[in-house]
């Protein structure tokens, strides 16, 4: 049984507490993901495409739809700066 995520606004995400710890994510995995994450980041800056943003804060499973405008080494970056750490992100979704 997979839990719901929930659904949140963007500019909420800057008052969520993200934890330093990793989700457990094998190296194959991540390196998908991040693939994931570039290709997301082309489709929102060029055709302003929307993606589902799933991640893990400090309470649990949330979801965000958004652009992405960039993928930095350890952070993606929202609109107006809102930032998410990659490594607390489950999946990003068309």
Same mark, same amino acid.
């Given at each position: 049984?997979?839990?719901?995520?929930?659904?949140?606004?963007?500019?909420?995400?800057?008052?969520?507490?993200?934890?330093?710890?990793?989700?457990?994510?094998?190296?194959?995995?991540?390196?998908?993901?991040?693939?994931?994450?570039?290709?997301?980041?082309?489709?929102?800056?060029?055709?302003?495409?929307?993606?589902?943003?799933?991640?893990?804060?400090? =309470?649990?499973? $949330?979801? #965000?739809?958004?652009? *992405?405008?960039? &993928?930095? !080494?350890?952070?993606? =970056?929202?609109? $107006?700066? #809102?930032?998410?750490? *990659?490594?607390? &992100?489950? !999946?990003?979704?068309?």
């Amino acid at each position: 049984m997979t839990i719901a995520p929930t659904l949140i606004e963007k500019e909420n995400v800057v008052d969520l507490l993200f934890p330093n710890i990793p989700l457990e994510k094998s190296k194959a995995d991540m390196n998908k993901l991040i693939q994931k994450l570039r290709r997301s980041m082309v489709l929102g800056n060029i055709h302003r495409t929307k993606m589902r943003i799933i991640f893990e804060d400090s =309470v649990g499973l $949330k979801e #965000v739809r958004t652009t *992405i405008w960039a &993928v930095g !080494d350890k952070n993606i =970056v929202l609109k $107006k700066g #809102v930032v998410i750490p *990659i490594n607390r &992100v489950v !999946d990003v979704i068309l």
